[in-house]
């Protein structure tokens, strides 16, 4: 039986464990996600052991119908937990700005994991507004261990005020790994029951207008709470105070002496008698979070209200930065105003001259053979490449250079409506298979309802490969068995009335070139699915035949087409000549088809 549902014990494990495993100690009958990095490996680990504990765990097409699934369940008085990165709750926001109105019956906890730096990202937004515009109750934790505790503390807070909770992560707590304690996993829940309240939970206006009374009277209550949580606590000496939540309170514990720490766990509502306590007899205060000053204005707000004129030092006054992640560099800073642990670092980074590594596809990606062959069939036309989010999105980098615009999940379809309305370039749109399920089919219902002009690539190599290979509706793996049925693409493409659709293998270049030279001529919605599985994705399965390529050094000329115009990581330069790295092709033999003397030749193993 796998480790992480023993039933005591200490195990060594990733903040996103321990997460997956507060689920299973706080009796979660229900979770339900979109994968996103940094919340991807709570997925991992519920899709392995949920059957086992008896919760019910499902991968859901996005963010927002995993918000419904889990808001439906807690309506049912069962605990339901939903998770996703900072940027899926842009997708969910609908759902759950309502749910913060109906309330729930049993406790539902979100997560929403922020990714500061924007390490796998589009942006880096800072989503503790939302729990503000919400008016959902927050909490945010500093460790791993934290993380599991706050969690099932999450819980309680929802069912004693009848509001799902917010609970926010940072990428250095999902992925940071520590000891942790294991604690009894209950007896799970398996069958709630929805008792009717129309007035409640059927949000038509005059409905909503007492719920959101019913709202603000919860929001009073959760005020006391945070007043009164053990989250929110003091510890130090110190005429200075140090007000901080989340990771960076690791960093003030790490490197600043002699102050007296705030530390707040249960960040919104503010504890307000907490906090203008706290200042009252310091010397200053410093506020220490990352991103956006969201305590440090709830300070100052505070300190205004309560006549405290004791000087508030962060992001405000310059003192701290409001881009990225915080490092023991950006807490030095701080010394000019408050003792600062002296540093210990082992190596001074900055004269390490450390090779550069950009982001590449994989080698034998099944990508790089359609980019390649649109590419080709584009020619000399200018074309406006729609792209959109996945490890696709590597295209964008030489030598394919295949993207010029990228909004969200599922904008390259929308997106390249607009452009074919607002100009007359051709414009071609990527998108994955899974991100296609996601939310790119009502943008292609859009573009075939309004006469759209573009040809659409769905790159359909049959998992979600970027955050690690978890199934969806197109793929016949549900619930961590292989036994469901697949929903195939092109005939729903068909069935959304597209005219022009093909399915391509990508790893045939002629083939793929001509139908999209085909496409390119089409007069209107033309839709392209280059389908390949993923290889990593058949290597974990191991399902993956692998073939071998060679260079014949006697017939290739140094011409360098392959290295230039492919990029297969798989094949490289030594010295003058082209050789393939044997460990790493996968034999999908489009370096073959690339190479103009047939010097690359598919070799007996
Ligand atoms: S494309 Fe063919 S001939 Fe040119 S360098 Fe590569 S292997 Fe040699
Ligand atoms: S066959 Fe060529 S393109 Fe394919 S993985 Fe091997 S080296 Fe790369």
């Known amino acids: 039986m796998d480790d992480i549902v023993a039933e005591s014990g200490k195990l060594l494990l990733l903040g996103n464990e321990a997460i997956a495993r507060g689920c299973m100690e706080a009796g979660v009958s229900i979770a339900a996600t979109y994968p996103g ?46 998770f996703m990165k900072h940027v899926g709750l842009n997708v969910a926001s609908d759902a759950f700005v309502t749910l913060g109105y109906t309330g729930v019956r049993g406790g539902m906890v979100v997560m929403t994991a922020d990714d500061p730096t924007a390490h796998s990202s589009q942006n880096e937004q800072d989503n503790r507004f939302y729990s503000k515009l919400a008016l959902v109750p927050m909490l945010e934790p500093s460790t791993p261990k934290e993380a599991k505790d706050m969690l099932k503390m999450g819980f309680k807070i929802s069912e004693e005020l009848g509001s799902p909770v917010l609970y926010r992560t940072t990428t250095r707590v999902n992925h940071a790994r520590a000891i942790i304690e294991l604690e009894k996993i209950p007896e799970i829940e398996q069958r709630g029951r929805f008792q009717k309240d129309p007035q409640r939970f059927v949000c038509i206006p005059a409905h909503a207008r007492l719920d959101r009374i019913a709202q603000l009277e919860r929001w009073e209550r959760a005020m006391e709470m945070a007043e009164n949580s053990p989250l929110n606590f003091v510890e130090g000496e110190g005429e200075i105070g140090v007000i901080t939540c989340g990771v960076s309170y690791t960093y ?47 300070v100052l707000r505070i300190a205004k209200g309560h006549n405290i004129g004791v000087p508030v030092y962060g992001k405000r006054t310059g003192h701290l930065p409001r881009a990225f992640e915080f490092n023991p560099d950006i807490i030095a800073s701080l010394s000019e105003l408050v003792s600062v642990e002296e540093r210990k670092l082992p190596l001074d980074v900055e004269k390490i001259a450390l090779p550069r590594r950009p982001p590449m596809l994989c080698a034998g990606c099944p990508h790089r053979g359609t980019f390649y062959a649109a590419k080709r069939a584009v020619g000399k036309k200018e074309v406006v490449y729609s792209i959109d989010i996945g490890c696709y999105t590597l295209g964008v980098q030489p030598p394919l250079t295949m993207g010029d615009f990228l909004l969200c999940m599922g904008s390259s379809i929308g997106a390249a409506g607009g452009f074919s309305k607002a100009t007359d370039q051709k414009v071609m749109a990527f998108i994955g298979d899974s991100t296609f399920f996601h939310a790119g089919v009502p943008g292609l219902i859009n573009a075939v309802f309004n006469d759209h002009r573009f040809v659409l690539v769905i790159l359909d190599n049959r998992t979600t490969a970027m955050t690690g290979h978890q199934p969806h509706p197109g793929t016949g793996r549900k619930h961590g068995e292989w036994t469901s049925e697949a929903i195939k693409i092109e005939p729903l493409v068909k069935g959304l009335g597209v005219g022009y659709v093909k399915t391509v293998d990508p790893y045939d270049l002629k083939g793929t070139q001509a139908a999209m030279k085909e496409a390119l001529e089409y007069d209107g919605v033309a839709v392209i699915i280059a389908e390949k599985p993923c290889p990593l994705a058949l290597k974990k399965e191991r399902r993956l035949t692998k073939g071998q390529y060679k260079v014949d050094q006697e017939k290739c000329n140094k011409c360098y087409t392959c290295v230039e115009k492919l990029s297969c990581p798989a094949l490289f330069r030594v010295g003058d000549d082209v050789v393939i790295e044997e460990t790493m092709c996968i034999g999908c033999g489009v370096c073959a088809q690339v190479c103009p003397k047939k010097a690359i030749e598919e070799v007996d193993q």
């Open 37 to 82: 990095t940094p919340s991807s490996e709570v997925g991992g680990v519920l899709e392995r052991v949920a059957q086992k504990v008896g919760m019910y765990f499902e991968y859901s097409t996005n963010e927002k119908v995993a918000m419904e699934v889990a808001g439906a369940a807690a309506a049912t008085g069962l605990r339901a937990f939903v």
């Open 252 to 298: 003030v514990k790490e490197w600043l002496k002699g102050v007296q720490i705030l530390k707040l766990g249960f960040t919104n509502p503010s504890p307000e008698k907490k906090i203008a306590n706290f200042m009252k007899d310091k010397r200053f205060v410093i506020v220490i979070e990352e991103l956006e000053p969201f305590l440090e204005d709830e």
